[in-house]
């Protein structure tokens, strides 16, 4: 039976997930729709973030960037449990080097992780998060999730969208963009794509306000499950891509 290949990003389809001892320092709890949303950052600021992690879901270093932001933008921040019912994709898994593996992986993306599902969930909590009052809603994602948040950005019920070390980017995708992008993606994603959608991007409306840099010293998922904080120059670029998405987001709301 032949694999249908949904996500032929080889970085991301080869590279594990690193153990972390980053103590959260927000909550796992019920909201906006999802039985568990880890939740970080202040009440009542009118500005919320909300996160898209990657295939491995809730990891520390995804977790510790939801943190920062929550801090560096006084916002709340929401990473939603977007895969359940089902678990995240396991480490165990990972690398996927047999053929069975590499099965499983692909399903994932075409059952848990169906890119549809996922964008249209993601505009039901920036609804119900505006619902609530929130003036001020982004959207960022990790990996798969950073496809994700680039085609929710065509709703303007959100400022912004950002995309870090995007898995499948496609230039086609910032045609559709209604909203100021930031797209920082690594080493291991096509170069001759990214300059296709900078060039698109920088015709846009909202062109002044888009912000992307190519992270090329750095591996796909170095900021969130598959960051090595361990690393001198890992640990650099997580700090700085942080920076540079708290920049990017208080130039659009304020």
Known sequence: MTTKILNSNTACCSIPPVLSSYEPKGTIKPYVGFQKAYVTGPEGTGRVL?????IFGFFPQTQQGADILAKT???KVVLPDFFEPNAPFSPEDYPPDTDAKKAKLQAF???P???KKAVA???KVGKLLKEEGYGKIGVYGYCWGGKVATLAGDDTDFNAVAAIHPAMMDATDAKHLAVPIA???SKDEPKDVFEKVVAEISSNPFASKNAYKLYDTVHHGWAAARANLEDPENKKQYEDVYSR???FYKGVWE
């Open 113 to 115: 992780a169906d890119i």
């Open 121 to 123: 969930n993601v505009k």
């Open 245 to 247: 998405l708290s920049g």
């Open 73 to 75: 933008l006084d916002a």
């Open 183 to 185: 797209l920082f993606p």
């Open 50 to 54: 909300v996160g898209i992690y990657d």
């Open 109 to 111: 993306f075409g059952g």
